[in-house]
């Protein structure tokens, strides 16, 4: 479970109001868990819309989507690296939970509004900052990765998600 120690470990830098590095690590944990949503709601696995590359890297394949009768409101260009944007817009069209939609593109406009901003340009990333852009607290943003992760089919307890923090408080205690 790969994706459950990733938000923990973003969860960390959190804490440590590593708020640069925090939004930065967005977008992988997006595409990770929009690609297990894309299973687990729209029955699809990566194969069944696109063609992996000689080096491994999944493309889109517009045959195999009109095959399956998707019709997104935007081209999805043949042979473009599958991206949470891509999952997105195919999942727009098949999946009926409005949750996990809404989820999904409450996090797209996040990585959109700060994470691209944060990768590309220089920019001192606050938690004021992002709040300014989002309109949500980075703990809320982290709410919603952990939301999205039970969608997605991981089942991590409030417990579990408090780990690190226990951990901590058994060291010092032992010191």
């Known amino acids: 479970m790969k994706e459950y120690e990733y938000l923990l470990a973003m969860q960390t830098k959190l804490w440590k109001k590593q708020y640069g590095d925090f939004i930065k690590d967005l977008t992988p944990i997006f595409f990770s868990l929009s690609e297990k949503v894309l299973k687990q ?6 194969k069944d819309i696109g063609n992996q590359d000689k080096k491994g890297v999944w493309k889109l394949n517009k045959a195999k989507l009109i095959n399956l009768k998707i019709h997104t409101k935007y081209d ?36 959109e509004e700060v994470r691209n901003l944060a990768a590309h340009q220089i920019v001192g990333v606050t938690d004021a900052w992002i709040k300014r852009k989002t309109k949500l607290e980075p703990e809320e943003i982290m709410d ?8 997605a089919g991981l089942h991590i307890s409030k417990r579990n998600r408090d780990i690190y923090n226990q951990m901590n408080k058994e060291l010092i205690d032992k010191l």
């Open 41 to 46: 709601c729209g029955g699809l696995c990566f």
């Open 76 to 111: 999805l260009k043949d042979r473009s690296f599958i991206s949470s944007l891509n999952i997105l817009e195919i999942l727009d069209t098949l999946c009926i939970n409005q949750e996990v939609m809404s989820l999904m593109h409450k996090i797209r406009d996040v990585e």
């Open 144 to 151: 919603l990765l952990f939301q999205l992760a039970e969608c």
